[in-house]
């Protein structure tokens, strides 16, 4: 099975690759096909924004198209960035500002009080337009500092444990993270939908 992953983010559409490998569905990202496509994320939540992306590239190409909303829900902030995870401080700011920002307005916090979660939500529309969505949520902790190379986004802010996501390797990620479990949940339905119909034929 190949899927369009709906995403013109790099270390998103390396985990879909690594994650959906072992179950022999294959990715092509949005932007070697559409690499104009901007999609408005107008939704209020991650399952509307989900959604939206997804039908922009089936619409436009007539295929499976999988999407990703995701974000960072931080309690101590009322669940913020959450939605607004890639617009916060700035669209165009950089990662390591927009961390340093957050450690700014969380720096009265204490230890044990810094409890956040990664959100994923996941949007498939199969070629012949049937949707599915799955979503994934990894607990952890705002760190007092960023650590690790790997990874993207906040991921050096965020720990699970001793370690931050950046301190993990991508596999070791994936085994605990929001889309990894987001993405392991769709392909459990995308196994039950196209393998065995109600009689048992194959689709
Ligand atoms: P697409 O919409 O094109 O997929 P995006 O980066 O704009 O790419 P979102 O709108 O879903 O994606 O925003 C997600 C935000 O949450 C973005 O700031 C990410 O960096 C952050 N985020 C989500 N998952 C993450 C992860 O696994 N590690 C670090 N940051 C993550």
Redesign the pocket.
């Known amino acids: 099975m190949q899927v369009i992953v709906?995403?013109?983010?790099a270390?998103?559409l390396r985990?879909f690759t690594r994650i959906f490998a072992p179950f022999g569905i294959e990715v092509v990202g949005?932007k070697t096909l559409y690499p104009e496509l901007e999609?408005e994320?107008s939704g209020a939540t991650?399952a509307e924004?989900a959604f939206l992306?997804a039908q922009a590239v089936h619409a436009l190409s007539g295929k499976a198209a999988v999407?990703?909303?995701?974000?960072?829900c931080i309690d101590a902030l009322g669940g913020r960035p959450g939605?607004y995870?890639?617009r916060?401080a700035g669209e165009d700011t950089s990662?390591p500002e927009?961390m340093q920002r957050l450690l700014e307005e969380l720096k009265e916090v204490p230890q044990g009080k810094r409890t956040a979660r990664?959100v994923?939500h996941i949007c498939f529309i199969s070629e012949q337009g049937e949707r599915i969505d799955a979503q994934g949520v990894c607990e952890g902790e705002i760190g007092f500092a960023p650590a690790g190379e790997n990874?993207?986004?906040?991921?050096p802010l965020?720990y699970v444990g001793e370690r931050s996501?950046a301190q993990l390797g991508g596999v070791e990620?994936d085994a605990l993270?929001?889309?990894g479990k987001a993405l392991r949940a769709l392909v459990e339905q995308l196994e039950q939908l196209y393998t065995v119909d109600g009689a048992g034929e194959k689709r």
């Open positions: 709906a995403t013109g983010n270390g998103k985990e949005q999609v994320e991650f924004n992306k999407a990703d909303d995701s974000g960072l939605v995870s890639a916060y990662y927009k990664f994923s990874g993207f986004g906040y991921d965020f996501f990620k993270s929001h889309r």
